[in-house]
């Protein structure tokens, strides 16, 4: 099991840009599928950005060019990078973790986008 904490949320205004940090625990940080999702008010949970391994990335089509996911394997965390931020941005983000079969979630850290 993985413990993920994130941090970094806020309030920005549009055009603005925020960076999450998730930082993990335990010693096999670097053989977990890590991601990020987000939940809008009234909205299911969505994906937006996966780091796999190998540093494999994948993004939602909605923030791809905008948002930027990486990995510090040797710190134990995932960032993502948002710019340009819209106001449909607006939401609590998730960090997630997976591995054989297992999937970690961390408390999540609001991220509101408006003028």
């Known amino acids: 099991q993985v413990q993920l904490v994130e941090s970094g949320g806020g309030f920005v205004q549009p055009g603005g840009s925020l960076r999450l940090s998730c930082a993990a625990s335990?010693?096999?940080?670097?053989?977990?599928?890590m991601g990020w999702y987000r939940q809008a008010p009234g909205k299911q949970r969505e994906i937006v950005a996966i780091i796999g391994r190998n540093g494999y990335t994948d993004y939602a089509a909605s923030v791809k060019g905008r948002f930027t996911i990486s990995r510090d394997n040797a710190e134990r965390t995932v960032y993502l990078q948002m710019n340009s931020l819209k106001p449909e941005d607006t939401a609590v983000y998730y960090c997630?973790?997976?591995?054989?079969?297992?999937?970690?979630w961390g408390q999540g850290t609001q991220v509101t986008v408006s003028s």
């Open positions: 997630n973790g997976q591995y054989l079969g297992r999937t970690d």
């Open positions: 335990g010693n096999i940080f670097s053989n977990y599928l």
